[in-house]
């Protein structure tokens, strides 16, 4: 790339008046003086990845007026560079259908072993939201490299999918949709919404064409769009304050049974599989409903080739939705007070639950495990206490990592919680013979949410306000070796807030923790909710019943 002048980061207005901007947030002093509308600012990333071909031209052409003799081909300099992975992630002129759609030099990213990506030159710059969002949501969440055990969703497999699909397909409107959802986050893209809702709108209306044609309704790029849909709805209903009515992963399932284990063959498909599988448990255990019943149909389905560490948690967490089934309604009805064989039947079911999930931490990689980290130590006492409970910063090996520890960590609470309910049920009062069990309970809960206490500052830094977006003043802890990379920085910056809020909200739940740490949890909470601007509170952190949901597996 030829070095073409600083760019400016100031508004479009100030730049199109060619006066300096001041760059305040959320309108320039510039444009509120002159009553202006301020059209805000470019990303950084926008900005130093623009289309130069203008500035090679014109040196070109001095160069030539210069020196006659060398007569330059500026066009075939421009298309003969060399490109980089992240310079093809702009749009083509011709095909603004998203980025890496292009037929060039093959090159293998590092993210996706096994598929070679097609590159090219773009042939111009595009600035609509839609194609920024896109480009943001490959770059800084598809193609951010991950712990080959940590894979479980859809997205390793979107970008092969992705860039054989038409603009208007329905894989393209669904990635659109989802992309501009999750951009629409910071409080500077919040107008997004709308937007995502127009697209959301017109992927529904391709999916119910696709789902009856016998053509389309058995291909992968079907099956991904629905998922994606699903991934869409989870996080507007979750930035919007709504319930998750998981039609979406009824639909996924729906569609595997009518696509038939014939068509579950290839490496992308079977990817896909494990991705429902992961979804049908997550819905599960939102419904309080038997994962058995659910997956009667589908044992095919499962795709052993593929088990790691993260499928294997996601098999042994299905056990909590068939324990919350039967547990759920004998202690939520109000009419008829549970005896206390029921009682001890539940106890005894969430025993052999407890024990199987207790056995996951010891098929985990060596290097999964967190280290202590001192980061934050230089920190104000008062500043410190913001971003950190009690002192202890844990890193891990990336974003995913820290997520599926903490869905471990929901889990294994949930099922903490649903054991002292019952304990505290029994009449009359549990005396010596379950008392160690309560005291055990408890323990077990202070040191589960202690974990995930000192997971928050690796999943949030510093970082109190400003959307999805990495920011150069947000500290993130390191290992004092090793500066946090970029890739971590953005993941952690994009996801680290949708990946601890639900762990948070289960730990809220809790009683008899340490003195301050639940006020210190929620005001996690409420930071996160400002970050990504949240609406509200899906449901109350403290109420008395823990919400049954599954942390984690978002892809």
Same mark, same amino acid.
């Not at 304050?241 to 498909?269: P, Q």
């Given at each position: 790339m030829v070095y073409g002048g600083k760019p400016s980061t100031g508004c479009k207005n100030c730049r199109t008046r060619k006066i300096k901007c001041d760059e305040q947030r959320p309108a320039c002093i510039q444009c509120t003086n002159t009553n202006r509308i301020c059209p805000g600012y470019a990303h950084l990333f926008d900005l130093v990845l623009r289309d130069q071909t203008e500035s090679v031209t014109r040196k070109a052409q001095r160069r030539n %007026?210069?020196?006659? $003799? *060398? *007569?330059? %081909?500026?066009?075939?300099?421009?298309?003969?560079? @060399?490109?980089?992975?992240?310079?093809?992630?702009?749009?083509?002129?011709?095909?603004?259908? $998203? @980025?890496?759609?292009?037929? /060039?030099? +093959?090159?293998? /990213?590092?993210?996706? /072993?096994?598929f070679f990506? @097609?590159? =090219?030159? @773009?042939?111009?710059f595009h600035d609509s939201p839609e194609e920024q969002a896109v480009n943001g949501f490959f770059l800084n969440y598809v193609l951010i490299p991950r712990h080959d055990h940590s894979r479980r969703g859809y997205l390793d497999c979107l970008l092969p999918l992705y860039q054989n699909a038409r603009h208007d397909s329905l894989l393209s409107l669904a990635t659109t949709a989802m992309a501009?959802?999750?951009?629409?986050?910071?409080? =500077?893209?919040? +107008? #997004?919404r709308q937007l995502s809702h127009s697209f959301f709108g017109r992927a529904l209306v391709k999916t119910s064409k696709a789902i009856r044609d016998p053509v389309e309704s058995i291909k992968d790029e079907t099956l991904m769009a629905v998922l994606l849909l699903s991934f869409y709805e989870r996080v507007l209903a979750t930035s919007e304050g709504k319930d998750i009515s998981g039609v979406h992963d009824t639909g996924a399932v729906a569609l595997v049974k009518h696509r038939g284990k014939e068509n579950g063959r290839s490496e992308v498909s079977a990817r896909l599989l494990l991705a429902v599988q992961?979804?049908?448990? *997550? +819905?599960?255990?939102?419904?309080?409903s038997p994962f058995k019943k659910t997956s009667a149909d589908l044992d095919w389905m499962r795709p052993d080739a593929f088990e790691n560490a993260a499928s294997r948690l996601t098999s042994l967490?299905?056990?909590? /939705?068939?324990?919350?089934?039967?547990? #759920?309604?004998?202690?939520? *009805?109000? %009419?008829?007070?549970p005896s206390q064989e029921q009682l001890m039947s539940i106890l005894d079911y969430a025993g052999d639950v407890e024990a199987q999930l207790s056995t996951w931490p010891d098929t985990v990689p060596d290097d999964w495990q967190w280290k202590t980290s001192h980061t934050f130590d230089s920190l104000p006492s008062h500043e410190s206490k913001l971003y950190v409970y009690n002192r202890r910063v844990?890193?891990?090996h990336d974003i995913w990592v820290a997520s599926i520890w903490n869905s471990y960590r929901g889990t294994m609470l949930m099922i903490q919680y649903l054991t002292l309910q019952c304990l505290g049920m029994l009449n009359p009062p549990p005396l010596s013979t379950f008392a160690y069990k309560i005291v055990t309970a408890i323990n077990k809960v202070q040191e589960l949410i202690d974990?995930?206490? $000192?997971s928050v500052p690796f999943n949030l830094g510093t970082k109190t306000f400003g959307g999805p977006s990495d920011r150069s003043e947000v500290q993130y802890p390191d290992d004092g070796i090793n500066k946090p990379s970029a890739d971590y920085r953005k993941s952690a910056a994009g996801l680290g807030g949708w990946f601890i809020l639900e762990p948070l909200k289960i730990a809220a739940k809790a009683i008899a923790l340490r003195d301050g740490q639940q006020d210190w949890i929620l005001k996690q909470i409420e930071r996160i909710q400002r970050i990504y601007t949240i609406k509200k509170p899906i449901d109350d952190p403290t109420s008395e019943m823990p919400s049954p949901r599954c942390p984690g597996g978002r892809g």
């Amino acid at each position: 790339m030829v070095y073409g002048g600083k760019p400016s980061t100031g508004c479009k207005n100030c730049r199109t008046r060619k006066i300096k901007c001041d760059e305040q947030r959320p309108a320039c002093i510039q444009c509120t003086n002159t009553n202006r509308i301020c059209p805000g600012y470019a990303h950084l990333f926008d900005l130093v990845l623009r289309d130069q071909t203008e500035s090679v031209t014109r040196k070109a052409q001095r160069r030539n %007026k210069r020196d006659p $003799g *060398n *007569n330059v %081909k500026v066009a075939a300099t421009v298309a003969d560079r @060399p490109v980089t992975a992240v310079a093809a992630g702009r749009f083509d002129a011709q095909r603004p259908t $998203g @980025p890496f759609r292009t037929t /060039s030099s +093959h090159i293998a /990213s590092p993210a996706y /072993s096994g598929f070679f990506l @097609p590159l =090219s030159v @773009p042939k111009a710059f595009h600035d609509s939201p839609e194609e920024q969002a896109v480009n943001g949501f490959f770059l800084n969440y598809v193609l951010i490299p991950r712990h080959d055990h940590s894979r479980r969703g859809y997205l390793d497999c979107l970008l092969p999918l992705y860039q054989n699909a038409r603009h208007d397909s329905l894989l393209s409107l669904a990635t659109t949709a989802m992309a501009l959802a999750i951009e629409c986050g910071s409080p =500077s893209t919040a +107008h #997004y919404r709308q937007l995502s809702h127009s697209f959301f709108g017109r992927a529904l209306v391709k999916t119910s064409k696709a789902i009856r044609d016998p053509v389309e309704s058995i291909k992968d790029e079907t099956l991904m769009a629905v998922l994606l849909l699903s991934f869409y709805e989870r996080v507007l209903a979750t930035s919007e304050g709504k319930d998750i009515s998981g039609v979406h992963d009824t639909g996924a399932v729906a569609l595997v049974k009518h696509r038939g284990k014939e068509n579950g063959r290839s490496e992308v498909s079977a990817r896909l599989l494990l991705a429902v599988q992961t979804q049908v448990v *997550n +819905h599960c255990i939102q419904t309080a409903s038997p994962f058995k019943k659910t997956s009667a149909d589908l044992d095919w389905m499962r795709p052993d080739a593929f088990e790691n560490a993260a499928s294997r948690l996601t098999s042994l967490s299905a056990r909590l /939705s068939d324990l919350t089934a039967y547990a #759920y309604p004998m202690l939520r *009805n109000f %009419k008829q007070f549970p005896s206390q064989e029921q009682l001890m039947s539940i106890l005894d079911y969430a025993g052999d639950v407890e024990a199987q999930l207790s056995t996951w931490p010891d098929t985990v990689p060596d290097d999964w495990q967190w280290k202590t980290s001192h980061t934050f130590d230089s920190l104000p006492s008062h500043e410190s206490k913001l971003y950190v409970y009690n002192r202890r910063v844990d890193i891990y090996h990336d974003i995913w990592v820290a997520s599926i520890w903490n869905s471990y960590r929901g889990t294994m609470l949930m099922i903490q919680y649903l054991t002292l309910q019952c304990l505290g049920m029994l009449n009359p009062p549990p005396l010596s013979t379950f008392a160690y069990k309560i005291v055990t309970a408890i323990n077990k809960v202070q040191e589960l949410i202690d974990d995930i206490c $000192g997971s928050v500052p690796f999943n949030l830094g510093t970082k109190t306000f400003g959307g999805p977006s990495d920011r150069s003043e947000v500290q993130y802890p390191d290992d004092g070796i090793n500066k946090p990379s970029a890739d971590y920085r953005k993941s952690a910056a994009g996801l680290g807030g949708w990946f601890i809020l639900e762990p948070l909200k289960i730990a809220a739940k809790a009683i008899a923790l340490r003195d301050g740490q639940q006020d210190w949890i929620l005001k996690q909470i409420e930071r996160i909710q400002r970050i990504y601007t949240i609406k509200k509170p899906i449901d109350d952190p403290t109420s008395e019943m823990p919400s049954p949901r599954c942390p984690g597996g978002r892809g």
